[in-house]
């Protein structure tokens, strides 16, 4: 499920430009974030982490919930 322009709070995610992030929930639902800037960030903004199992930007796989580290924890 895309998440549209009328659920974001940041003016950023409203340009053109920047990641698909792709949060993927223990339940099976799949949230699909577009024109996200600061990937690491905005995924650290989520409220019901502990339920994401897997989360893919640009299709990528970033982080599953194999890894000891949560993406959002990880620095660059």
Known sequence: MRVGDEHRINRLSLTPGGSLVAVTYLSGWVKEYDKVKYP?????????????????????????????????????
């Not at 650290?44 to 199992?53: A, Y």
């Not at 982080?63 to 660059?76: A, Q, Y």
């Open 40 to 76: 690491r960030a905005y995924v650290g903004r989520i409220t019901d982490r502990e339920s994401i199992v897997e989360i893919r930007v640009n299709g990528n796989l970033v982080w599953d919930k194999t890894n000891p580290k949560k993406f959002w924890e990880v620095k660059d």
